[in-house]
């Protein structure tokens, strides 16, 4: 054996390492945050023609659409786009691991620490290869309001063909506020999501740039070594 074979470093995750952000996950990330804005924005304007209830009206400045009608068009519009992306997204996620990696596992006593963090301003957010359990809970909670928003979406828009899927839900009016208030949960997701992209810059520019590159085959993505932050 050469000294030069026995000098040479060892090769962790050999063909496995890749960037925290792949490029289809930018992709996608940038596409979604888009016709969030167009669904929220012609959203309002839509529920302004038959408010849910009396007291909230959205101001026009914010919503998108001159009449009812252009807000659905929009709506319409944004919607087979954020549903086509927002599948693509689910199939990479749990094809490549990634959800598994990324969002798991949820820990309790990590949770309740973290909020304790957060609620006194000293959460972390000095490893961006690793989320803290307040992330990884918003994130899978988001999903789980994406997909219901979907459902309610559909019962509202063809209640006749979907019939089975309006009485399960409770009806159409049911429908109509189960959506409102998915729509509402979203857009505090957002909120709180901007909010912290904007204290914690960096998340902004792994989010372009694709990140540092790990080897997801180790248990932990702390720093060390076998990760290569070049870009």
């Given at each position: 054996m ?8 060892p ?98 006593r ?8 957060a ?34 979406g ?9 019939s ?11 429908a ?12 505090g ?43």
């Amino acid at each position: 054996m050469s000294q030069a074979h026995i000098d040479a470093p060892p090769t962790v995750g050999t063909g496995r390492v890749r960037q925290l952000h792949p490029l289809p996950i930018r992709v996608m990330h940038w596409i979604n945050a888009l016709t969030i804005f167009i669904m929220i924005g012609s959203g309002w304007k839509i529920y302004d023609d038959d408010p849910i209830f009396g007291w909230l009206q959205f101001a026009d400045f914010l919503t998108i659409g001159r009449w009812a009608q252009h807000g659905l068009q929009w709506h319409f519009f944004g919607m087979w786009i954020l549903a086509a992306n927002g599948l693509t997204y689910l199939i990479y996620g749990l094809r490549t691991g990634r959800f598994h990696r990324m969002l798991f596992p949820i820990s309790l006593r990590q949770l309740l620490e973290n909020i304790s963090d957060a609620l006194h301003f000293r959460l972390a957010h000095d490893d961006p290869t690793q989320y803290n359990m307040v992330q990884r809970l918003l994130y899978l909670g988001v999903i789980g309001v994406g997909i219901a928003i979907v459902v309610s979406g559909l019962a509202i828009w063809k209640p006749i063909q979907f019939s089975g899927l309006v009485w399960l839900l409770g009806g159409f009016q049911t429908a109509r506020l189960i959506h409102f208030l998915c729509m509402s949960a979203i857009f505090g997701f957002v909120l709180v999501h901007v909010t912290l992209a904007l204290l914690v810059p960096h998340t902004i520019v792994t989010m372009l740039n694709g990140g540092p590159r790990i080897d997801p085959t180790r248990p932990s993505q702390s720093p060390a070594p076998e990760i290569d932050t070049s870009i």
